[in-house]
């Protein structure tokens, strides 16, 4: 079993930005492939980036060269490092892992999920 726990999540300009962080229970955290996820009112719930276990990243391609996922396995701690943040990234974002190094988009693929953080970029 994994839990999650977001934070991070705030109110920004729009060129902003914020750092998301997602913390996990579990002492094989590092076999874990982590993404996070962003639902906008009225959207579905989209994967913004991901992390696998073996290091690999993805990033929609609206967030490229915007947004940095990283993991430090030591802390049990996955990252998302917003910058340029626009208000069209407004959304509750949620961390979620599956095990494996496979990074899939659909969040049925995700085994475990965090209560979400709510990120409100105005502009």
């Known amino acids: 079993q994994v839990q999650l726990v977001e934070s991070g999540g705030g109110l920004v300009q729009a060129g902003g930005s914020l750092r998301l962080s997602c913390a996990a229970s579990g002492r094989t955290f590092s076999t874990y492939t982590v993404g996070w996820f962003r639902q906008a009112p009225g959207k579905e719930r989209e994967l913004v980036a991901a992390?696998?276990?073996?290091?690999?990243?993805y990033y929609v391609d609206s967030v490229k060269g915007r947004f940095t996922i990283s993991r430090d396995n030591a802390k049990n701690t996955v990252y998302l490092q917003m910058n340029s943040l626009r208000p069209e990234d407004t959304a509750v974002y949620y961390c979620a892992a599956r095990v494996g190094r496979l990074i899939l988009d659909r969040h049925a693929e995700y085994n475990y999920w965090g209560q979400g953080t709510q990120v409100t970029v105005s502009s």
């Open positions: 992390v696998s276990s073996d290091g690999s990243t």
